[in-house]
């Protein structure tokens, strides 16, 4: 059984935005706004993603700038071989290099001794076609560049000559074929008038940045110029070479985003278990890891709400202990009367004296089972507190019913309950079957004070003096009133003061003890007083309980 106290205490630390019996805690809005700002309300799941994506936002980004490099490149090349073939084109259409007047044609002995004297090739290739598209000179030949790849080195005499492998041979072949009619499609498409620019793969299968642009003489086409640039593939290598210091920097994000989870996640997990394993095995009382607590995401959340439901299992744990060290003193008592009672019975000698050990006898036992019944209930709330869901209970029906009940059953000599205020709906959160336990225990207990002709009060009514709990549910008796110095102590497990003339054995102690704790577990307060006259004197006791309406639970 959890006591007040723990109870206050586990509301304390409830996590902002959690409930306790359906109403939001002062946290919530709090809660909500975290949510918002950060990663479904999650620390570690923000810090998480952002690693992430921070890693793979470097990659992309790295590529992403290295494409439009690649693309920039190209493009620069492109422009620049098409400048330079425009300006050949010209020169090639306009000085003189044309025979045949009025029908023009390309001379390819002059248009090759120009290129040889007026173009030098440095990392780049010249091919100039006829009208027919026929090559007429290619750089490569009417300079000292010498295509191709470098030979192998020369061999020792006598070695075998190796023969090229036919698949091999067949690949160049094919490869070679695709060059030229790409070629020759370029070529064509210039034949037409339209200059072209575009990527391709050679002959050697490099791939080349070529441009092809007719050349004319006035609007008459007399040929094709082909320039390429072949160093395509080295810019490429050299554009991976760059992609390394991204990817790099994307791997140490990666890892260092591991790192962290390491630190900030998995050991204090592991930190909470080791503790949680403390205090399984009992070397511990509660978890308690303050670097921990401290922390402001869900680490520090679980470790606080750890610390917490092991507090409050301990603070439960004491309780228990001290109602068990109650109990055994309350039926210590009926007990030690029992036996001795037992032990005199041999030695009575009158009918009248053992009568009367009978009587005791029989109060004794009426005592003791009363006992064991209040205190196997009192041990099954927290088990039924904790297992009922709280739904919404009309606490003005809930009274009427009871009072009703209690009219039906009135027996001669008894006080009569009566309703007094309070018939509208009035809705709190709770289980009906133990809010209908406190008032039938008040209810009972103002009936025992209650002298002959006096009667039992109850009301319900709304009061502003506490905002948080404003519906009071009152319970008035005509009685003798209770000590100014036990107002709380009649509250207090196996507290009794009766009035002379009540039955012996007939009250425990637990009814009022019950009911306080079943009132804090739904939000509530209790507490007792004193009705008193204009002048001063006590006219009955009167107990109070206030509870919030359903949906303000604190």
């Known amino acids: 059984m959890a006591s007040v106290t723990a109870i206050a205490k586990a509301d304390r630390n409830d996590p902002p935005g959690d409930t ?29 993603l952002a690693l992430n994506l921070l890693s793979l936002l470097i990659l992309f980004g ?4 290295l494409n439009e490099w690649k693309r920039g490149l190209v493009e620069a090349k492109q422009e620049s071989l098409s400048v330079q073939a425009e300006l050949l084109s010209n020169v090639l259409g306009q000085l003189g290099i044309t025979r045949g007047e009025p029908r023009p044609e390309l001379d390819a002995i002059q248009a090759s001794k120009w290129l040889r004297d007026n173009f030098i090739p440095t990392g780049q290739r010249a091919r100039l076609y006829d009208i027919d598209g026929l090559p007429v000179t290619d750089s490569y030949f009417v300079t000292e560049a010498i295509p191709g790849e470098a030979l192998p080195p020369a061999r020792p005499a006598g070695t075998p000559v190796t023969r090229p492998d036919a698949a091999v041979t067949r690949r160049t072949t094919e490869r070679q074929d695709r060059a030229a009619a790409a070629l020759t499609h370029e070529v064509d498409l210039a034949l037409a008038g339209q200059p072209q620019a575009g990527v391709r793969v050679s002959e050697s299968g490099d791939r080349v940045v ?29 554009q991976r070479r ?17 790192l962290l989870l390491h630190l900030f996640v998995a050991r204090p997990v592991l930190r909470l278990a080791a503790a949680a394993d403390q205090v399984r095995l009992q070397r511990a009382r509660a978890i308690s890891l ?37 109990v055994s003193h309350e039926i210590k008592n009926p007990l030690t009367s029992i036996r001795s009672a037992l032990e005199t019975l041999p030695l009575v000698k009158t009918e009248a004296q053992r009568e009367r050990l009978t009587t005791l006898l029989q109060q004794d036992v009426r005592r003791l089972d009363r006992l064991i019944t209040d205190i196997s209930n009192a041990s099954r709330l927290d088990a039924e507190l904790s297992r009922d869901r709280p739904r919404p209970v009309d606490v003005a029906t809930l009274l009427s019913d009871i009072v009703s009940v209690y009219a039906a059953s009135l027996k001669p000599g008894e006080a009569p309950v009566r309703l007094t205020a309070g018939t509208e709906p009035a809705m709190v959160s709770g289980r009906d079957g133990p809010m209908g336990q406190v008032f039938r225990n008040l209810i009972d207990n103002a009936r025992s004070f209650s002298p002959a002709g006096g009667e039992v009060r109850v009301s319900l009514a709304r009061d502003g003096a506490d905002p948080q709990r404003p519906l009071v549910v009152r319970v008035e008796d005509d009685g003798p009133g209770i000590p100014d110095d036990n107002l709380e102590t009649v509250f207090e497990r196996f507290y009794t003061s ?9 009250n425990s102690g637990l009814g009022l003890s019950i009911v306080r704790q079943i009132v804090a577990a739904h939000g509530g307060s209790v507490r007792a007083e004193n009705r008193t006259g204009p002048d001063g004197t006590v006219l009955g006791a009167r107990f109070e309980v206030a509870l919030p309406l359903a949906g303000r639970q604190t």
Do not use: W
């Not at 359906?22 to 918002?36: Q, W």
């Open 20 to 48: 306790v019996a359906g109403e939001a805690a002062p946290g919530k809005a709090a809660r909500l706004r975290r949510r918002l700002v950060h990663f479904g309300g999650s620390r570690l799941g923000a810090l998480i």
């Open 62 to 65: 790295g590529a992403l700038a």
């Open 210 to 238: 070529s441009v092809s642009v007719p050349i004319r003489h006035v609007e008459k086409v007399l040929g094709v110029l082909t320039l390429e640039a072949g160093d395509v593939d080295a810019i490429l290598a050299a």
């Open 242 to 258: 760059a992609l390394m210091p991204f990817a790099l920097v994307a791997l140490v994000v990666s890892l260092l985003s591991s």
């Open 290 to 326: 303050p670097d921990l607590e401290g922390r402001r995401d869900e680490i520090g959340d679980l470790a606080r709400s750890l610390e917490t439901m092991t507090e409050t299992l301990s603070d439960r744990m004491d309780a228990i202990e001290r109602f068990a060290a109650d």
């Open 498 to 506: 009766r009035p002379k003339g009540t039955a012996f054995g007939s």
